[in-house]
């Protein structure tokens, strides 16, 4: 397998490399990913995460078993390990379809390598198209705004509405961004904060809370947020919170993107009901943990609900903004999306 790099994967000499995203920003620790508990357990953790890099960080695992003498059929049970990491971003299943075609060669092991490497290459390539479409969209001087994080982190390239975002900025628009921080984990206070000031991207870090606020008072242009996975008719889930955000937008009538590859869309999903929702442990709501280590203020034992996504219904989208072009309600309604079956 040749050497390569995203900003939370990397392959060196074979072997597979993970940045692990909790402990970001205040530490860069790189972790090595040698066996499929390795990367279910990274997965579940959420040190790999977002929805096209876990489902790159998969396949490329797939990659590194297959070259160190892993047999088709040994293979072929780890992919559906990986597939059931975690539930709703439906690329990682896209994905690990691809390499279960692969497995299927005669040349197995070189096949699912090159297919590794080919799915990495083709997520780089949809990121760059989401972006060129997206930031065609954005204003001089607009003000923006995105929930959890959707950047290099999130992908194996440039990301989806971060993307955007950067690209618009490095046009030489004068835009700012307001960055949600993302309760409960903090993927925007975290992340998408550290990507902004790594990117030179002016940002404003807010509690999920003051959006509304921002856009009663007209600060706040256009929303660009990413996607977990999009059913047939244009409903769509990310990162809880998302759908809070698409109603307050519609409310103020603030433009709302969402930005997502194609393998992101999933026909087998008639609308947004049929999307599988992750729930996740009480202890992330309760409190917080990091590389500061875990605070629990909540009462131990106190009950919780704790979603990883909600679903947003198409008719709050003002515009999907895929690889293949940007979408509006009426594409949509019409089956644009069916060019994906
Ligand atoms: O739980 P996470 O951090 O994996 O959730 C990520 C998101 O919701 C992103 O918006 C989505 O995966 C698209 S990222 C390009």
């Known amino acids: ?12 000499q074979g072997e597979l490399y993970v940045l692990d995203q909790t402990l970001l920003p205040q530490q860069q620790k790189w972790l090595p990913c040698q066996t499929v508990n390795d990367m279910v357990v990274m997965i579940k953790a959420l040190q790999l995460r977002g929805a096209p890099a876990i489902g790159i960080g998969a396949c490329l695992l797939l990659a590194y078993r297959a070259s160190v003498g892993d047999s088709r059929e040994q293979l072929l049970r780890d992919a559906e390990v990986l597939r059931a990491a975690r539930p709703t971003a439906v690329n990682l299943m896209n994905n690990l379809d691809s390499m279960i075609a692969a497995l299927q060669q005669a040349d197995f092991k070189t096949a699912a390598i090159d297919c590794a490497g080919q799915l990495f290459a083709q997520d780089v390539q949809l990121c760059l198209n989401m972006a ?79 959006a509304a606020m921002l856009m009663a008072r ?41 930005v997502a590859p194609h393998t992101t869309v999933d026909l087998a999903c008639a609308d947004g009901s049929a999307i599988p929702i992750e729930q996740r442990h009480a202890d992330e709501v309760r409190g917080v943990s990091g590389s500061f280590g875990k605070t629990i203020w909540a009462p131990e034992d106190a009950a ?24 509006s309600q009426a594409d949509i309604a019409a089956g644009v999306l069916m060019q994906f079956a």
Not at 3 to 8: K, V
Not at 179 to 198: F, I, K, Y
Not at 240 to 251: I, N, Q
Request: glycine share 10%.
């Open 218 to 258: 007209g600060q706040v242009d256009r929303i660009f947020v990413g996607s977990d996975r999009i059913a047939a008719n244009g409903d769509f889930a990310n990162k809880v919170g998302t759908y809070s955000l698409a109603v307050l937008a519609h409310y103020h009538k603030v433009p709302f993107y969402v």
């Open 132 to 210: 060129r479409h997206g930031a065609a969209l954005v204003q001089d001087g607009e003000q923006l705004l995105t929930h959890c994080n959707t950047g290099g982190l999130a992908t194996a390239g440039v990301g989806t509405a971060l993307g955007v975002v950067n690209l618009a900025h490095q046009q030489g628009k004068n835009i700012r961004l307001w960055v949600d921080e993302t309760r409960p984990l903090l993927q925007g206070g975290r992340l998408t904060a550290w990507e902004c000031q790594q990117l030179g991207i002016a940002y404003q870090l807010i509690c999920d809370n003051m």
């Open 1 to 12: 397998m040749k050497n390569l790099t995203a900003l939370s994967l990397k392959t060196r």
């Open 304 to 327: 919780v609900f704790n979603p990883a996504f909600d679903v947003t219904p198409a008719a709050l989208v003002t515009g999907w903004v895929l690889d293949t072009g940007v979408y």
